[in-house]
């Protein structure tokens, strides 16, 4: 059974970067996208983008041109990292797993880490 | 403002039966994208409820049940439980948005 345990900072000042990291344990890298989504108050769920074991990504065009996902199957972990962040990227951060097939859901999710942008 | 469409809350008694919609268009649930259904409870993070429109994971109650049709898609929860209460979301693809996508999520209240 995929476990995932995320961290990273959860305080950032106006045009910092994001930075996020998921631990993956309980799995082989191949066979998934490693995806990462988001919550806030007034945009509810918001995908952001996932990634496989070769490193293809795939974005939600509303933030591709701030987003970056990367993966290291050396040390079982994928990570976030979202540019020049403002206070509508305040939000939970989630990482989840989907297993290959396009119409998989979301079915393993870490804990969630809250990030706040403030100055 | 989400392209699936949730009522913000439904409410029933214990043990009635509640049923959640999900509306979206012909760019997702009418273009025949599978939907699924997250439960989220206060302070924690969301878990798979039902996915593939009507197909339970191992370990949820059969109380809980998906349908779809058309544009549409529903959760009913029959014989509902206070521990129950939650926020439930539905998710889908979009193909003009080219992203997954979630409703804005329906709080259920247990009286």
């Known amino acids: 059974q995929v476990q995932l345990q995320q961290w990273g900072a959860g305080l950032l000042k106006p045009s910092e970067t994001l930075s996020l990291t998921c631990g993956v344990s309980g799995a082989s890298f191949s066979g998934y996208y490693w995806t990462w989504i988001r919550q806030s108050p007034g945009m509810g769920l918001e995908w952001i983008g996932d990634i496989n074991h070769s490193g293809r990504t795939n974005y939600n065009p509303s933030l591709k041109s701030r987003v970056s996902i990367s993966i290291d199957t050396s040390k079982n972990q994928f990570s976030l990292k979202l540019y020049s962040v403002t206070a509508a990227d305040t939000a939970v951060y989630y990482c989840?797993?989907?297993?290959?097939?396009?119409?998989?859901?979301?079915?393993?999710w870490g804990k969630g880490t809250t990030v706040t942008v403030s100055s | 403002q989400s392209v699936l469409t949730q009522p913000p809350s439904v409410s029933g008694a214990p043990g009635q039966r509640v049923t959640i919609s999900c509306t979206g268009s012909s760019s997702n649930i009418g273009a025949g994208y599978v939907v699924h259904w997250y439960q989220q409870l206060p302070g924690t993070a969301p878990k798979l409820l039902i996915y593939?429109?009507?197909n339970r994971p191992s370990g949820v109650p059969d109380r809980f049940s998906g349908s779809k049709s058309g544009t549409s898609a529903s959760l009913a929860i029959i014989g509902l439980q206070a521990e129950d209460e939650a926020d439930y979301y539905c998710q889908s693809y979009d193909s003009t948005l080219t992203s997954y996508v979630f409703g804005i999520g329906t709080k259920v209240t247990v009286l």
């Open positions: 989840a797993s989907r297993d290959y097939d396009f119409w998989r859901p979301m079915d393993v």
């Open positions: 593939g429109n009507s």
